[in-house]
């Protein structure tokens, strides 16, 4: 085996073992995610505030001073996560479709590739039953409001 397939090997068995770790802790994002319309909402309220507006124009003006700004909004950065985790599965899935099944990094990143879907169907399954939870609460408002 060449040196250059060792280390892709053991790169492989550290980015599985990474994903293992993480799975756990990732957990967070169920929340996250279900309650991200409720977060944009409330950036909407507060772009009405005068305070909060100046906030964010000195905020913009001090941070296009970094010479890697990219110009991204604050709601901008709200969907990243989001937007991040979704990835995970695909990258782990190419990467275990690159990897021959007898490579002993092989099976653990076929366990990674099994946790992160997991972990992003749960937090699809969240976000389905949060958003379950606000159409019956506006219903039962909207029956009470018509008595």
């Not at 985790?85 to 695909?90: A, E, G, M, N, V």
């Not at 190419?94 to 007898?102: D, L, N, Q, V």
């Not at 099994?114 to 992003?120: E, I, Q």
Request: glycine share 2%; charged share 25%; with cysteine.
């Amino acid at each position: 085996m060449s040196l250059r397939k060792a280390v892709h090997n053991e790169e492989f068995l550290h980015l599985a073992s990474a994903f293992a770790s993480l799975a756990n802790n990732i957990s967070i994002y169920t929340s996250y995610c279900a309650h991200y319309q409720q977060h944009h909402l409330a950036l909407d309220a507060l772009r009405a505030d005068p305070h909060w507006r100046k906030f964010m124009q000195d905020f913009q003006s001090r941070i296009t001073l970094e010479p890697d700004h990219r110009r991204l909004e604050l709601c901008d950065y709200f969907i990243m996560p989001v937007q991040r985790l979704c990835r995970y599965p695909l990258l782990l899935k190419e990467i275990t479709r690159h990897t021959p099944p007898f490579a002993p990094e092989y099976k653990y990143l076929e366990a990674s590739l099994k946790t992160m879907t997991s972990v992003c169907s749960r937090i699809n399954a969240g976000k389905r039953n949060h958003e379950s939870i606000e159409l019956t609460r506006r219903f039962i408002l909207g029956c009470k409001g018509t008595k």
